[in-house]
């Protein structure tokens, strides 16, 4: 040290140093003005703070934005925290700053034999007919598009439905009238017309009923007067007097 003495012998003492003979190292951080975030730290004329993580400034006042560099990839949402940061990932993606593509399809989230590929998103099913939903997890019912006509029944099975057709129309959907006069109804040459779902015999003279298979007696009617004998024949008669 060096001493410079007055004519009273007492010692000035160089900045930093106190005390009688200077041999006291003043104490800077007495008036410390680092934040709560900061350690005052001793120097010969002066103090620094050292911050603890998260914190930077001469007095550690400035809290650190460890999102401001943008750390997070692809579309992830950055969160500031203290002393550190986190990523919130975008579908599809992993890892600390979200940098690792992930391949969801391993997983095989899809359902009921759905397809699975890859998407910007993450991944997307290709079901099968009759499944529908973001995991192919929801049965469709192929009777809500009601595909049985001319009032069938629609019954609902898995990927396909069946349809219950009401007499006289057939087909897949039963769209089809089905033609009754195929099946030779009509008797006696008569002729047959066909019906939704049914048909009419026209029956030549001499028959009746639904098919015409009855032969009319004109006879029933006793046409024939004064004892006259009825002959009955067909679609006619004749008397014998």
């Given at each position: 040290?060096?001493?410079s ?9 160089p ?6 003979f ?5 104490d800077?951080?007495?008036e410390?003005?680092c ?10 004329h002066n103090y620094?703070?050292?911050c ?5 400034g ?11 560099s943008?750390?997070c990839?692809n579309?992830?949402?950055c969160?500031d925290?203290l002393?550190?940061?986190s ?16 391949n ?12 699975c590929?890859?998407?910007i998103n ?8 009759g499944?529908s939903?973001q995991?192919c ?8 598009s009601a ?7 629609c019954?609902n099975?898995v990927n396909?439905?069946d349809?219950?057709c ?18 030779g ?5 008569s002729?047959?017309?066909d019906?939704v779902?049914d048909y009419?015999c026209?029956?030549?003279?001499g028959?009746t ?5 009855t ?7 006793k046409?024939?007067?004064n004892g006259g ?6 679609g006619?008669?004749?008397?014998s007097?």
């Open positions: 040290f060096f001493f003495f007055h004519v009273n012998n007492r010692c000035l003492c900045l930093g140093y106190s005390g009688t200077c041999e006291i190292d003043i800077n951080c007495i410390n003005q934040s709560e975030y900061g350690f005052c730290q001793d120097h010969l620094s703070c050292n603890v993580p998260g914190y930077e001469p007095f550690c006042e400035v809290e650190i934005n460890e999102c401001s943008s750390p990839k579309g992830a949402t969160m925290l002393g550190h940061f990523c919130h990932c975008a579908a599809g993606f992993k890892g600390e700053t979200c940098s690792v593509r992930m969801e399809c391993l997983d095989r989230p899809c359902w009921n034999r759905g397809t590929e890859e998407d993450g991944f997307k099913c290709s079901c099968p007919f499944f939903g995991y997890e929801i049965e469709m019912n192929e009777c809500d595909p049985c006509l001319n009032g069938a029944v019954q099975d396909s439905y349809c219950f009401p007499e006289g129309f057939e087909g897949l959907n039963c769209e089809i009238n089905f033609d009754e006069c195929t099946y109804f009509c008797k006696s040459n002729t047959c017309l019906l779902g009419s026209i029956c030549p003279p028959f009923d639904k098919n015409c298979s032969a009319i007696d004109e006879c029933s009617f046409p024939c007067k004998h009825c002959h009955d024949l067909i006619e008669f004749y008397c007097c």
